[in-house]
């Protein structure tokens, strides 16, 4: 019995090892496939498309019985949930990623948690007393953490590496001019992954409204990859115009890209 309790405490700390592994991994391969020259609306069309065909037979098999009729206003919900969570927010996730590294868009991830409780303030899904302790907790961690990302994306600071083998026109005005272009690169970026975890903290207060009015999980996320798919196909299509060939698939990584990212789903 004792041994039984000892691994029941120890599950939940070993599945969550297990999917933050499983997300650095999908930000790394993502990173790999982006710098390779793949088009990150393709890799989510594929990626949601994959989910929703996985995810449909799966939802209609275990929630065929418990499943509430499926409303217009359900509809409307789960197509905004796609919006903020699946194309939007991925998509500027991923254009981050692009222009900046996979370690240094994961801090973005970690603002999470404060952000969604930021904005759950206003909506009074949240509630602190600053005369309490635990109030001044809340706000002085929610500071930090928002300090601490906005330094990390604003900040520079110099090489940890010595580059003896620069030439005496390093610091030329083209150089300088390249530095302030890879700046403000590097903040555009920054806001883009800021944005995309707004988005995304956004999508986690609209799903504890969604959910009780749609208690079906299996079938939430198969419409929600479905109109994601949608969503990224349609602004590929805009963003690329009849490009065809943007949809084929170049080597086995960004196949397995997206298939890793897909089971990312089911954890």
């Known amino acids: 019995m004792a041994e039984e309790n000892r691994s029941n405490t120890w599950q939940p700390f070993v ?8 997300l650095a991994i999908v930000n790394v391969l993502f990173k790999k496939a982006l710098d390779d020259g793949a088009n990150p609306l393709v890799l989510i069309t594929y990626r949601h498309s994959i989910s929703a065909l996985f995810l449909a037979p799966i939802s209609y098999i275990l929630e065929r019985n418990s499943r509430p009729k499926l409303t217009f206003r359900i509809l409307c919900y789960l197509f905004f949930s796609a919006l903020l969570g699946a194309s939007l927010s991925q998509y500027l996730f991923l254009f981050g990623v692009q222009r900046t590294s996979a370690t240094f868009s994961c801090a973005f991830l970690n603002m999470a948690p404060i952000m969604t409780f930021v904005v759950a303030l206003p909506f009074r899904m949240e509630v602190v007393d600053i005369r309490s302790s635990s109030g001044i ?11 601490g990302v906005m330094t990390l994306s604003l900040y520079r600071g110099s090489s940890l590496l010595n580059h003896p083998q620069l030439s005496p026109h390093a ?3 083209a150089a300088r001019l390249g530095v302030k272009r890879s700046t403000g690169q590097w903040v555009i970026s920054s806001t883009a992954l800021f944005l995309g975890t707004l988005l995304w903290s956004c999508w986690f207060l609209a799903q504890s409204y969604i959910g009780k009015l749609y208690p ?6 198969a419409f929600m990859s479905f109109f994601g798919a949608l969503q990224s196909a349609m602004l590929a299509s805009l963003s690329s115009g009849r490009n065809l060939s943007m949809w084929v698939l170049k080597d086995k990584l960004e196949i397995f890209t997206i298939v890793f990212a897909v089971s990312t789903y089911f954890q």
């Open 15 to 22: 599945a969550m090892l297990a999917i933050e592994l499983a």
């Open 137 to 147: 907790t809340k706000v002085l961690g929610s500071t930090v953490c928002i300090a």
């Open 171 to 173: 610091f030329s005005t």
């Open 216 to 221: 079906c999980k299996y079938a939430s996320t």
